[in-house]
């Protein structure tokens, strides 16, 4: 069963930039599809970017496109989001998760989730 394990999360204040990390174990993480999404409080979780498992095909919500970025490194079993230009409407806690194969972009298609990490931006 693979895990996941988010980092990268803090207080930022509206303009600036982080980039958050996703760590996965096992051995067969570059089969997967890796989605991120965020949860504000008192909201549904929403969809914000995936990648594919090979990584050239890659998806964004409206709401990021053009500011954020998700990339991965199969060598090291990582998926990161770089978020540029943030927003205070981006905060929230963000998940990464994993699905076999095709990518998606609703919550019910991965079978595997981290923990989250929280983003806070000040405006």
């Known amino acids: 069963q693979m895990q996941l394990v988010e980092s990268g999360g803090g207080l930022v204040q509206a303009g600036d930039s982080l980039r958050l990390s996703c760590a996965a174990s096992g051995r067969t993480f570059s089969s997967y599809a890796m989605g991120w999404f965020r949860q504000a409080a008192g909201k549904e979780r929403e969809f914000v970017a995936a990648i594919g498992w090979i990584g050239g095909v890659t998806v964004y919500a409206d709401s990021v496109k053009g500011r954020f970025t998700i990339s991965r490194d199969n060598a090291k079993n990582t998926v990161y989001l770089q978020m540029n230009s943030l927003k205070f409407e981006d905060t929230a806690v963000y998940y990464c998760?994993?699905?076999?194969?095709?990518?998606?972009?609703?919550?019910?298609?991965?079978?595997?989730w981290g923990q989250g990490t929280q983003v806070t931006v000040s405006a």
């Open positions: 998760a994993a699905r076999r194969m095709r990518l998606a972009t609703t919550p019910h298609e991965y079978d595997t």
